[in-house]
């Protein structure tokens, strides 16, 4: 999961697979005592962990005095938010929430799905919704977020 999210950075980035596993591990445990139910479950915090430690990364470089502009970043092909590359991850985590807020659950099956990799069937057993409607959703919250981010970009 982690080389996967790091395949998604622009060359030359200075987080590894290891640092951004490692720190996903501390933030792990040091949170309150944590129960999965299933393996599926595991995997979807550790995507919502991994995505919040690129996403912090990502506003510091913005934050910081000299330099600090991050280039903007590719989005995987299974999102297709969008045709023209260049999205910037901090752009999306945006768009994510303000998605959630609207309709939590559809912002629960992108995070589960484009940030966590998990399979559609995956995805509905830690909703326990049925396929079918994390696909109507999925269809709906890719459609939302490629008109937030054009909108922004």
Known sequence: MARRYMAQQRPGHTLQPTALVHEAYVRLVDSAQVSFENRAQFFALCAQVMRRILVDWARSRQAEKRGGEVPP?????????GEEPGRDL?????????????????????????????????????????PKTV?????????WLRHELRKSG
């Open 90 to 130: 901090v752009a999306l985590d945006d768009a994510l929430k303000a998605l959630s807020a609207q309709d939590a659950r559809k912002g629960q099956v992108v995070e589960l799905r484009f940030f966590g990799g998990l399979s559609v069937e995956e995805t509905a057993m830690v909703l326990k919704v049925s």
């Open 73 to 81: 970043l590719e989005l995987d092909e299974a999102l297709v938010v």
């Open 135 to 143: 696909k109507r959703d999925w269809n709906l919250a890719k459609g």
